[in-house]
Structure formats: C-alpha cells, structure tokens
T-cell receptor, first 116, second 108 residues
C-alpha cells in the first residue's frame, strides 16, 4: 500500500521565491497534518485538516504560509515569499481519525527545504 | 517551559544493554501518550502507545505516571538497529505535541 506521498523531496530556492510543497495522504484517511521540523524547535504542528476543512492553523508561523486541501487526496503548503529561516524539513501526515486512532499518524518522507 | 520535555542525550550504550528514557509533560489535561521513533533523515513512526497500567511490546516497556506527569520507555537487550531518536508524544485534543527527542546510539 502506498503511504503518504510528498513532493518534492528536496527543494533549494532563493530568498523571496515562492515555494509549494505537495502531499497526497493515505486513501481513506480523514485527517491531514502539516509539520515543520528544525534542530532548534523540533517537530511543530503547522495546520491540520479534517475532511478537507482547515481546523486549526494556529501553528502557521505567519501570513507568508498558507495551506489548502482542495480534495481528499491532495494538499499543498505554500510559502510566499520564502526566507532563510524557513529552511527545515516539512512533513505531511495523515490519520484515519476517530478518537484515539487520531494519534496514529502516518508521516510522509518529508520535504527538505533550503532557502538561500 | 516546553509542553513535552526530554533529555536530548545522546545515550551511548553497548549492544545488549538496558536503557531508559524519561519524559515529562506540562498539561495535566493531556489524553493519550506515545513513543515515536525517528531514524536519521527519515520520518517519525509510531513505536508504541503508553497506557496507565504500563505496557510491553517485546523488548520495549512503556510506563505512565499521571500524578507526576511522567512517561518512560525502557529498552532491554539493545540492538544496533535500535539506534534512533525517540520522541515522546502527547495528545492534546486533536493535536499531537512532540518532545524534542532523545538520541540513542547502540554500539557493538
């Protein structure tokens, strides 16, 4: 079975450029999460969706970040304009939800973003 | 104060050793508790849930003390393949909050 798919796996861009990260969750999973991981701050939740609807975006660092989920099989995280401090690994995760099973989150391989 | 705190390590142990990691959490309303494992440059993966009565999965034993807001993970008979970062994770509402992780290095 395919797990969570993320693309690209690596992205190097210059400050000021727009960056779009993509995620395909596991089929049938109702929840989708975007995380950011850095050495300094560890793994942080940015935003999550339930049935394609954004539920909590309190972790989104600032207006330069936006996320969408146009359908159950696709989500994007966009940074515009990008800054060097956005350099991190961005993980997408999905979960079947429904109570305690929400804790069983399946992570994608991550996108390693470097902003020069 | 961080919501979930762990000793970052690294813990360097020989094969066959027993090693224990601890974790504390600040929100007494937290509902569920877990240990995730993350290999170098890979994604986190669920290792095991942690139950109040304590639970075991092979060489791994997890304990929870709600009164002290303390979680532990014990690994017996360490293998080289156990080398990884172990993340203590707490569920608040619908959100998982991750500790920074404890690095384990098992050496032959």
């Amino acid at each position: 079975d395919a797990g969570v798919i993320q693309s690209p796996r690596h992205e190097v861009t210059e400050m000021g450029q727009e960056v779009t990260l993509r995620c395909k969750p596991i089929s049938g999973h109702d929840y989708l999460f975007w995380y950011r991981q850095t050495m300094m701050r560890g793994l942080e939740l940015l935003i999550y969706f339930n049935n394609n609807v954004p539920i909590d975006d309190s972790g989104m660092p600032e207006d330069r970040f936006s996320a969408k989920m146009p359908n159950a099989s696709f989500s994007t995280l966009k940074i515009q304009p990008s800054e060097p401090r956005d350099s991190a690994v961005y993980f997408c995760a999905s979960s079947p939800g429904r109570g305690a099973s929400l804790s069983k989150q399946f992570f994608g391989p991550g996108t390693r973003l470097t902003v020069l | 104060r961080k919501e979930v705190e762990q000793d970052p390590g690294p813990f360097n142990v020989p094969e066959g050793a027993t090693v224990a990691f601890n974790c504390t959490y600040s929100n007494s309303a937290s509902q569920s508790f877990f240990w995730y494992r993350q290999d170098c440059r890979k994604e986190p993966k669920l290792l095991m849930s942690v139950y109040s009565s304590g639970n075991e999965d092979g060489r791994f034993t997890a304990q929870l003390n709600r009164a002290s807001q303390y979680i532990s993970l014990l690994i017996r008979d360490s293998k080289l393949s156990d080398s990884a970062t172990y993340l203590c994770v707490v569920l608040y509402g619908n959100k998982l909050v991750f500790g920074a992780g404890t690095i384990l290095r098992v050496k032959s």
